[in-house]
């Protein structure tokens, strides 16, 4: 059974920084591209970030530059590094992995950044 876990967020003022993390279980012989997403009040959960088993990354318009993704497939976890936050990056963060054509989400971790 495939389970991910999200932790670190939190309240923090505008041009602050947090780390989310994304510790994922379950998985067997594989380092699936794992997934960050994001959902604000009232909003479509949308895509944020992604990084391939091999590193490879992407990254939405919105957070180029600020946020970095990472992961370590030693312990199969994904990080979000977000620095320079904007109110408007207010929302749940969620990781997502597929694995075995399922998809697989977190439950997600509240940011909120004060103006």
């Known amino acids: 059974q495939v389970q991910l876990v999200e932790s670190g967020g939190g309240l923090v003022q505008a041009g602050g920084s947090l780390r989310l993390s994304c510790a994922a279980s379950g998985l067997i012989f594989s380092s699936p591209t794992i997934h960050w997403y994001r959902q604000a009040p009232g909003n479509e959960r949308e895509w944020v970030a992604s990084?391939?088993?091999?590193?490879?990354?992407n990254y939405a318009d919105s957070v180029k530059g600020r946020f970095t993704i990472s992961r370590d497939n030693a312990k199969t976890t994904s990080d979000l590094q977000m620095n320079s936050l904007k109110p408007e990056d207010t929302a749940v963060y969620y990781c997502k992995l597929r694995f075995r054509a399922v998809d697989y989400w977190g439950q997600g971790t509240q940011v909120t950044v004060s103006s």
């Open positions: 990084i391939t088993g091999i590193g490879i990354t």
